[in-house]
Nanobody
């Protein structure tokens, strides 16, 4: 069963950068739109950034100008470039399919609209 795998997290000092990656476990064209979320300690999981099938990007206000979500083709990983990191960016970051291609072959990926991966920990230190 195809799933999304997050990677690239780590420990970084405030002001530093990290690049997160969200990759499908197998070659697929079924995931045209992907969102990144994060869950800080003691808080609810929340949307951070998203990229649509046409390349349109969305960000929460607190990361605009610092984070960039990108992707090559629909088969490529989705990246979240995080610059000028702040202490409040510390969280576990998750990616999630925002849309599944409407085709019979992609029905097997529909579970990705509701499932979460293990996430990747980002810790920003002072």
């Amino acid at each position: 069963q195809v799933h999304l795998v997050e990677s690239g997290g780590g420990l970084v000092q405030a002001g530093g950068s990290l690049r997160l990656s969200c990759a499908a476990s197998e070659d697929t064209i079924c995931i045209p739109a992907v969102d990144w979320y994060r869950q800080a300690p003691g808080k609810e999981r929340a949307f951070v950034a998203g990229i649509s099938s046409d390349g349109t990007t969305r960000y929460i206000d607190s990361v605009k100008g610092r984070f960039t979500i990108s992707r090559g083709t629909v088969k490529d990983p989705v990246y979240l470039q995080m610059n000028s990191l702040k202490l409040e960016d510390t969280a576990v970051y998750y990616c999630k399919a925002a849309r599944i291609r409407e085709s019979f072959d992609c029905l097997r990926a529909a579970h990705l609209l509701k499932s979460w991966g293990q996430g990747t920990q980002v810790t920003v230190s002072s």
